[in-house]
């Protein structure tokens, strides 16, 4: 189904190549550097507002202007976010984390934090499946599982004062969300022992149409390739060992769709609840087809 996204590239090409310079920020390296600028990129959580995506011409970052601030996002989180949604492809999130916990396959005993746990899908698989601990942290609350202690907070408040160390530390789809992304690399890679490893999972942002689903402005802040985000991490002290590609997930289609036909999305509820986890059963076949899906392992050399 990625497929969808190369014919929208080629019918969308002013986007692409409609680049003009401006002076910005970079929210990486802080210098002030040019920017390129794509085009407008809807929201589906704003009405009638759109979002400029910008690279920077010195690290290359791909990041979302204007950049939201911390209460737009939390207004957003408290009153416009689907959990509605998440909701019904709660089985195609615990198919994608079957996926990602094969990947992953660590040993027993081996402690992991997962930042960003969400409905706690992944978390809950690595800790029945492969008899590890988990720490997963979210502002979301989960019930009570086996080997999973679920931490209620903000990331960025639980990366100030969690001093452990561990074998694993887990984003996935993540780390888009995060407006200080500069201060929290290293302090995430602190989180490792020697050799521990790091697995983010990121929407792949190379060489997209405005109507991809993923953009999901302004929430997500920043956007990555696999360059971009090895590159930044890698100056923390990890390396790249692994990466693999996956596709969109039903949601992200369904987004990729509000946008081609102007609709906040709305349209798509509880009400359609069994038509949508019928598509989500067929369309999650095709994980390991797509492109969409950015994942990374980077180990910490010790």
Known sequence: MDSIFGILETLDKGFVLNWRREMHKCLACLENVEILHKGNVRSVYSENLTYNIMR???????????????ETLNDIYTNNYRYDLHE?????KAFRAKKIGKLISPSR??????????????????????????????FITNDI?????????????????????????????????MINIREMVPRICELLRDNGVLVLIVPNAKKRSRYWGYWQVPIHTVHFTESTLCQ???RCGVKKSLVKYAAIDTLGLLATFANIFQTDGKDFNSRYAIILRAISRIFRQTYWLGNSDLIVFLAKVG
Request: glycine content about 6%.
């Open 88 to 92: 019904i492809f709660k089985d195609e």
């Open 109 to 138: 005993g081996t402690t992991i934090l997962e930042l960003g746990s969400g409905n706690g899908a992944l978390a809950r698989n690595l800790a029945s499946r492969y008899f590890v601990e988990v720490t997963a942290v979210d």
């Open 145 to 177: 599982f086996p080997g999973v202690t679920f931490i209620e907070s903000d990331i960025e408040s639980w990366l100030e004062r969690d001093s452990n160390k561990y074998d694993y530390v887990v984003m996935s789809h993540t780390l888009e969300h």
């Open 56 to 70: 920077c011409i010195s690290c290359d970052l791909l990041q979302t202007v204007p950049q939201p601030t911390s």
């Open 232 to 234: 930044l991490f890698e």
